[in-house]
C-alpha cells in the first residue's frame, strides 16, 4: 500500500524547489496505474512548457528510485492555463491590477456578476474599483472570479 500523504509531501517539495506553488495535486490509481496530475504555477502566474517538462522528470526521477508508487505510473504536470478560476484570496493577490470578472452567491449593486479591477485584499474581503467606485465583497459572496484576457 503506497502512503499517499509521503508521496504528496514530497512532489510538492519539488515543485518548491523549483520555485513553483502546487494548485492542485491528484494521485489516483486508474487502469493498473498510479496517476500523479500536477497544476502547478509561478506565485505571480504563469509557467512554460519547458518548466512543466522540467518539474515532472523531477517528480518521475523521484517515483523512480523511490518506488513509492510501484512499477506503473504516470505524471502529468500542467499550468492552470489562462481561464484559471480565481478561488483564493492568494489567487486573487496574483492578478492585482487586473480587471476579473466575478459572480455571486448575493447580487452586488443588484447585479448577479462584475467586471472590475482588483485593488487589495482586507482580510475577508475583496477590495475592487468599479465604474470610479471602490467596493468591499466578501469573500464568502463570491461563488467564482476569472480574469479578463484582452487580447491584443
Request: with cysteine.
Amino acid at each position: 500500500m503506497i502512503n499517499s500523504e509521503k508521496v504528496r509531501s514530497e512532489i510538492e517539495e519539488i515543485i518548491k524547489e523549483e520555485g513553483f506553488e502546487s494548485i492542485e495535486l491528484k494521485i489516483f490509481f486508474n487502469q493498473g496505474n498510479h496517476i500523479v496530475r500536477c497544476v502547478v504555477d509561478s506565485p505571480e502566474g504563469g509557467i512554460t512548457m519547458d518548466r512543466c517538462a522540467g518539474i515532472n522528470k523531477k517528480i518521475v526521477y523521484y517515483l523512480e528510485c523511490s518506488k513509492a508508487l510501484g512499477e506503473n505510473f504516470a505524471v502529468e504536470v500542467n499550468s492552470p492555463g489562462l481561464d484559471r478560476p480565481l478561488k483564493s484570496k492568494k489567487d486573487f493577490l496574483r492578478v492585482k491590477g487586473r480587471v476579473v470578472s466575478l459572480w455571486f452567491r448575493e447580487p452586488v449593486l443588484d447585479k448577479p456578476s462584475l467586471e472590475a479591477e482588483v485593488l487589495n485584499i482586507k482580510r475577508d474581503v475583496l477590495l475592487i474599483r468599479y465604474q470610479e467606485k471602490v467596493l468591499e465583497i466578501n469573500f464568502d459572496n463570491i461563488k467564482v472570479g476569472k480574469e479578463k484576457i484582452t487580447v491584443g
